[in-house]
């Protein structure tokens, strides 16, 4: 079914939202900016905006080393998201979450990790915990494609099947486990057959649709939170950039690269736009007010100061004589 024209114009800003955030946040890497690294979603932009067109605010989601475009999607302040990333003070993880684990759990956005297929688990258990409560909300746990051959992902399905628990499975199927083709690591190659063999309701979407996804999510949604258990979305997609910023992507083709930019999910919502009664000077409207609000923010979080050593040595576990030698304190 698709999307209606209100909901088409917020799900075409909130992709260029995440489209101008990654973008520029790759331009402040280049230039020495952006401590450590970053996985950047540039051309996958339409998977976490079609989902959380279906969430509502205490619906929670956990998402990966690739997550900028997650919490985007689910409402986070776009402010406190490039201070994080930038290291300062404003920064919504106080400076200590970066690129990869950065959180705004007041929205239901526990974060990312780096630890590949840990949130299958992590979302399980807060999946557990909606149940028992006797709550209607669902758990969301985005993952990319390696994620699939992870002993935790096997334990995870069956646990979510056989408790029946309100949890819903997007895999971000961008082609690519870091470097490695799922040949060479996926035994069968059909995911929908393979995880319907755990009892999961599974379903293949194309990722760079923003109507097909928004559909798939919101009767997969509707399915479990309605008790009707765990839910698999499949959406394939690919990422215009390598793995990570140090990363050219030298193992793929141009021929490959180029048969997907003509699929980037932002250029087929506007080759659609006059079927959900929308117009290209609407669509430029939002282009133009994204780009300027994406450079008030960051000039924002660029004015902030650094964030100082002492947070480093607040809320953790550690011998007070290691602190003191370092100048922290016990908090």
């Known amino acids: 079914m698709p999307l209606a024209r209100t909901e088409f114009l917020g799900a075409y800003e909130t992709m260029r939202l995440i489209r101008e955030f990654e973008e520029a946040l790759l331009r402040l890497y280049g230039e020495a900016k952006v401590p450590g690294f970053a996985h950047l979603s540039v051309w996958q932009e339409a998977i976490p905006t079609g989902v959380a067109l279906n969430l509502r605010r ?54 990312g990790n780096g630890i590949v297929g840990s949130n299958m688990l992590i979302s399980l258990g807060a999946a557990l915990a909606m149940k028992k409560q006797g709550k209607d909300t669902v758990a969301v746990a985005y993952f990319g494609d390696g994620v699939i051959a992870n002993g935790a992902t096997h334990e995870a399905l069956n646990m979510a099947s056989l408790w029946k628990l309100p949890i819903i499975y997007v895999r971000t199927d ?48 509707v399915r479990t939170r309605g008790g009707g258990g765990p839910s698999f979305l499949q959406c394939s997609t690919y990422r215009k950039y390598g793995h990570n910023t140090t990363d050219v992507g030298a193992y793929r083709t141009s021929e490959e690269v180029e048969t997907w930019r003509l699929r980037d999910p932002l250029v087929r919502a506007r080759g659609v736009a006059a079927a959900h009664g929308v117009s290209d000077a609407e669509l430029d409207t939002i282009d133009a007010r994204v780009v300027d609000r994406i450079e008030q923010v960051i000039a924002w979080a660029e004015a902030q100061p650094a964030a100082p050593i002492e947070w480093a040595f607040e809320d953790v576990y550690a011998d007070p004589a290691t602190l003191a030698a370092f100048g922290g304190t016990v908090r």
């Open 58 to 111: 205490d619906d929670v989601i956990f998402s990966t080393h690739r997550g900028h475009g997650d919490l985007i999607a689910k409402g986070v302040a776009l402010e406190g998201l490039f201070a994080e990333l930038l290291a300062r003070q404003g920064g919504l993880s106080r400076a200590k979450g970066g690129s990869v684990h950065v959180a705004d759990i007041s929205l239901g956005a526990f974060g």
């Open 174 to 221: 961008n082609q690519y486990a870091e470097s490695t083709s799922p040949r060479a690591y996926r035994g069968i190659p059909d995911v929908v057959r393979y995880v319907e063999g755990y009892g999961v309701y599974a379903e293949a979407v194309d990722g760079n649709d923003i109507d097909a996804v928004a559909d798939a999510a919101r009767r997969a949604i």
